[in-house]
């Protein structure tokens, strides 16, 4: 058996046990483990590191533990420059494509209505979430900290506690994607894209009270569905709002 220090710094400190937190832990470890399945061991999903530091040098994940290391562990930096440290990451953070699991349903729901693109299906697997998120380059949104642990997974984001705005708001500050919202461009059933449609083309397709008051509408260019400015829009513009701080 051998022994390293690990360290812990900012959110990561959230996925350990109180007596970890933020402070200098002794480890013992099997000879010839990685400091992935180490690091994963404690607690901490490998998709919510960006940096690591041993004994004062930046690693990757394959790196072996030796003896008396000392590790020091950091999470996602989106404004700080550390270019000449080992990234854990191949491609950036900041990508807006997403796959949610199958409990974050209404979180999928308002970032569609924000516009961002969300793969979401409640009959998925974990694993059918994983092949789908290495396939098309999604970042996975999950509140199992396990499926983050798969080996295959590059990208993914731990959803903490808290209602459905605040979720949002967190994980729009995160990824720092603010600048990239454009709501009520996208099917909130099949995620497609929207396009403006005129009224003349859809009469058959209007309830005949709501021809009345409005003149603008929009169709989803994959399922067909027919978009206007209703009650159900003023509720989700309110949500909108709220999210963006408007």
């Known amino acids: 058996m051998a022994k390293a220090t690990f360290r812990f710094y900012e959110e990561l400190n959230d996925f350990l046990p109180k007596h970890r937190r933020r402070t200098d832990a002794a480890t013992t470890f099997k000879e010839k483990r990685s400091i992935k399945d180490a690091i994963e061991s404690l607690g901490v999903p490998h998709t919510e590191i960006d940096l690591i530091l041993v004994n004062g040098k930046s690693v990757d994940f394959d790196y072996i533990l030796q003896?008396?290391?000392?590790?020091?562990?950091?999470p996602v930096f989106e404004s700080l420059n550390i270019s000449d440290a080992t990234h854990l990451r191949k491609l950036p953070?900041?990508?807006s494509k997403f796959i949610a699991d199958i409990n974050l349903?209404?979180?999928a729901t308002y970032m569609r209505v924000l516009?961002?693109?969300?793969?979401?299906d409640s009959r998925l697997s974990p694993r059918e979430i994983v092949e789908i998120s290495k396939?098309?380059?999604?970042?996975?949104?999950?509140g199992n900290r396990k499926l983050l642990k798969f080996k295959d997974v590059s990208h993914g984001i731990f959803i903490r506690p808290g209602t459905t705005?605040?979720?949002?708001?967190?994980?729009?500050?995160?990824?720092?994607?603010?600048?990239?919202?454009?709501?009520?461009?996208?099917?909130l059933q099949c995620n497609s894209l929207l396009q403006k449609v005129p009224k003349e083309k859809i009469l058959d397709r209007i309830p005949q009270k709501t021809r009345a008051y409005c003149d603008a509408y929009a169709r989803c260019l994959s399922c067909d569905k027919i978009y206007w400015k209703g009650t159900h829009f003023i509720h989700m513009d309110k949500v909108v709002r709220q999210i963006?701080?408007?």
């Open 244 to 246: 963006l701080d408007l």
């Open 165 to 187: 705005v605040q979720q949002i708001k967190r994980l729009i500050d995160y990824l720092d994607i603010k600048d990239r919202v454009d709501p009520f461009t996208r099917c």
């Open 105 to 107: 349903g209404k979180i």
């Open 67 to 74: 003896d008396e290391d000392r590790v020091s562990v950091y």
């Open 135 to 142: 396939r098309e380059k999604r970042i996975i949104l999950t």
């Open 93 to 95: 953070l900041r990508r």
């Open 115 to 120: 516009g961002f693109d969300v793969y979401f």
